[in-house]
């Protein structure tokens, strides 16, 4: 017999009262959707029923925990925990079974990585040609695009990890991350571009061309203009922005624009073992560079078995990648 006074008394006690994982799954897809009607439709119940399980709900934790207004429902304060410990409670068991399945066939699965556009080339590209290798059975996605994208595909756990940075003014706390190193970055024309015949060229002479970067406040958009202004060099006189790197690409080979890249990017697009594209970098600006990026995962690094043998390979090739450019090695677990 337990007694009132024995620890136990408080354990499991949703459990005990009758929880249901049906709710659990109602209660995270009502975060989601907003209406009781659209909740039960996806989880294909009628919305009668799902109103039950979600009064029944209520009476257990003893406390409403939706709100009714014009366009559906919105979560209290209650209801916003336990949806919050639903969704965490559903993924952790989404967890085990991917973990028993590799205890019994071998690590597989699907990893969504990403990248900003440098590492994509530098550390991305590699690790996938040697996954196809050394994890045949492991499917990778592979999204290419800022950080403020990244990061917000993290969180949402649209991503498991990616190589990037913590968007400016974004809370901290839910991330991990391991720095690699900062960005060097190249200014790029196409190949038959006047600049490429000046001798002595300097960063002033770039001037009174257009330049190509991301819209106003992107980071490299941001970092280009601070180390011109720095100089007492005044900004081009115009500056396109797009987020598209194939567009940007296809501009200089039209246009007498210059556009800051990535190095990787550059040196992939321009040397003959990579694409062999007909541009060239100019040689000014070479200790521009972004500020260092990073391996960044969630805090609670709660990644499948796939997940964390595609991260580990990534953080050992981080550690050689920064031998390889003499920086000391940052830990890595």
Not at 169 to 198: C, K, M, S
Request: a neutral charge; one cysteine or more.
């Amino acid at each position: 017999m337990i007694h009132s006074d024995d620890p136990r008394v408080g354990q499991h006690l949703l459990v005990r009262k009758g929880l249901k994982f049906s709710q659990l799954r109602l209660l995270s897809v009502l975060r989601e959707t907003g209406q009781i009607g659209a909740a039960a439709q996806q989880l294909g119940m009628t919305q009668p029923a799902a109103s039950r399980l979600l009064g029944q709900l209520e009476d257990m934790i003893g406390a409403p925990i939706f709100r009714r207004h014009a366009r559906g429902v919105s979560l209290t304060e209650a209801g916003a925990i336990m949806a919050e410990q639903a969704e965490r409670t559903l993924h952790e068991l989404d967890l085990s079974q991917a973990r028993v399945m590799q205890a019994v066939q071998g690590t597989r699965g699907l990893v969504r990585i990403g990248s900003v556009t440098g590492p994509s080339l530098d550390l991305v590209l590699p690790l996938v040609r040697e996954a196809r290798v050394s994890s045949p059975a492991v499917e990778l996605a592979v999204q290419v695009d800022t950080s403020d994208r990244l990061a917000e595909g993290l969180l949402s756990r649209d991503l498991d990890f990616y190589v990037g940075r913590i968007p400016d003014g974004a809370n901290a706390q839910p991330f991990a991350v391991v720095d690699i190193g900062d960005e060097p970055i190249a200014l790029v024309v196409r190949e038959d571009h006047p600049l490429t015949r000046v001798k002595d060229l300097t960063l002033e002479q770039c001037m009174a061309y257009d330049w190509i970067s991301q819209p106003p406040g992107g980071l490299l958009r941001r970092t280009a203009e601070d180390y011109l202004l720095s100089r007492g060099l005044p900004l081009p006189r115009r500056m396109m922005g797009t987020a598209s790197t194939l567009f940007t690409l296809a501009l200089i080979r039209k246009t007498n624009a210059i556009a800051p890249l990535a190095k990787a990017v550059a040196d992939f697009f321009i040397e003959s073992s990579g694409l062999g594209s007909r541009l060239a970098s100019l040689p000014v600006a070479q200790d521009l560079t972004v500020k260092t990026y990073s391996v960044v995962t969630r805090q609670d690094r709660d990644l499948s078995p796939a997940a964390e043998t595609v991260l580990s390979a990534l953080l050992k090739r981080c550690r050689t990648y920064q031998a390889t450019i003499g920086l000391h090695p940052q830990g890595a677990d």
